[in-house]
């Protein structure tokens, strides 16, 4: 199998998975004080000062979770729940499900004023618009480093410093930008950052969330008195251990890995639109992740070509995992102007540091005759079903 689709995971490094397994017989609970139970705390601390090099913060201020979704509501939820009075929240119309949804429930249940902030067509979020969308009762502003879908990176580290000038908190969603690109929370003066262990070679089910030191939250999950009494409950002692190994090893590999794999996502890039006509690649013109790349192929629906790809041992994805079980195109896509069509076209091809050049050149081998296979099919008038796709 070639696998394209690292922004929804990414497999599991050899190294983390070796550390996992040692930390497998840590059976003792990191709260109590024996022997067993110090030894298990001792390696979730390493962990976390491995999380907070990686990201620029300091261990007292990250908090285990039980990945990105927890994460992005533990930021909203827990700050919001500090707010006496409720007042605006901004977002932009790319976050992540687990940020749009949390805002909305917000302001349907809870009385807060939800803002949303459109990137332009060409993937690029203009600093004033979404500052200017900040009124002198914004509570908080939730602004992703690096979007899941078509790799746009936005200026968190210039609308952090603005939004606290208004008077606002600042959260934002970088689990598509840690490991892949350099992130500083303090450079950037962000209040609140989440992170997630799968999508830099770590294990499922374990992330994190960057608190500012100082900065009161509100417990999401009350009862305990493990991370500081934020996020109650027993640790997960393996999967901490190796979130803290991948952290190492992306923070250890991330200059010579991310130009690498740019030049790959460049090389599939130049492929496809000279191979196949009606072709465009999504924010091109922007500051993007090196592996991200979202293309659209007029005439074709993405989900065809997702079933005949995977059938040649080709896995991409038409967007966030998250976003799975619709047939709408994701707001994101549609957030950038394009039609339902145009939106159901896009295909997103992500990369990882085991992805090889033989493999791109299988990819660019294939993908040209799978959509003029799928636009013949479509001007005959005829449409393919999944089953039908399945049975060949």
């Known amino acids: 199998m070639i696998y394209l689709d690292n922004n929804a995971s990414t497999k599991l490094d ?7 397994a040692e930390a497998a017989d840590l059976f003792g609970n990191p709260s ?11 390696r979730i601390e390493e962990a976390r ?24 509501a533990l930021a909203l939820f827990g700050a919001a729940g500090q707010t006496q009075v409720p007042g605006r929240l901004v977002r932009t119309a790319a976050e992540h499900p687990s940020v749009a949804q949390a805002m909305d429930r917000l302001a349907t249940r809870g009385g807060f004023e939800s803002v949303v902030v459109a990137p332009r067509p060409s993937g690029v979020l203009d600093p004033d ?3 200017a969308a900040i009124a002198a009762d914004t509570r908080l502003v939730s602004v992703m480093a690096a979007n899941n879908e078509y790799g746009a990176l936005y200026p968190v580290a210039d609308l ?39 999508k830099m070679h770590g294990p499922k089910g374990v992330g994190a969330l960057y608190v500012r030191r100082g900065l009161p939250l509100q417990a999401h999950t009350p009862g305990g008195g493990q991370e500081k009494k934020l996020r109650a409950g027993t640790e997960n002692t393996a999967g901490i251990v190796g ?51 979202a293309v659209l192929f007029e005439g074709v629906r993405g989900e065809t070509l997702i079933i005949r790809l995977d059938l040649e041992g080709i896995a991409v994805s038409t967007g966030s995992a998250c976003s799975s079980g619709t047939l709408l195109p994701s707001p994101a896509i549609r957030s950038l102007g394009l039609s339902l069509e145009q939106a159901g076209s896009v295909v997103r091809f992500s990369l990882s540091r085991s992805t090889t050049d033989s493999e791109l050149t299988r990819v660019l081998e294939v993908v040209p005759r ?23």
Do not use: K, Y
């Open 243 to 293: 979130f803290g190994c991948a952290a190492r090893l992306a923070r250890e590999r991330l200059n010579g890995e991310a130009a690498s794999i740019a030049a790959r996502r460049d090389r599939l890039e130049r492929g496809l639109c000279e191979r196949i006509p009606g072709v465009r690649v999504i924010g091109a013109g922007g500051s993007r992740l090196p592996n991200t790349s």
């Open 370 to 392: 799978i959509v003029a296979q799928a636009r013949q099919v479509g001007s005959d008038g005829a449409i393919e079903t999944v089953e039908e796709l399945a049975r060949r």
């Open 160 to 198: 952090a410093p603005a939004a606290h000038a208004r008077g606002a908190l600042f959260h934002t969603d970088a689990v598509q930008a840690a490991g892949r690109i350099p992130v500083d929370v303090r450079a950037w003066q962000v209040d609140l950052a989440s992170f997630s262990a799968h």
């Open 49 to 72: 000062d491995e999380v907070a090099r990686l990201v620029g913060a300091s261990s007292e201020e990250i908090f285990f979770t039980s990945g990105g979704t927890e994460s992005n």
């Open 14 to 20: 050899a190294e983390v998975a070796v550390a996992m």
């Open 32 to 42: 109590s004080v024996h022997a067993e139970g110090r030894m298990a705390r001792r």
């Open 129 to 131: 618009e979404l500052l």
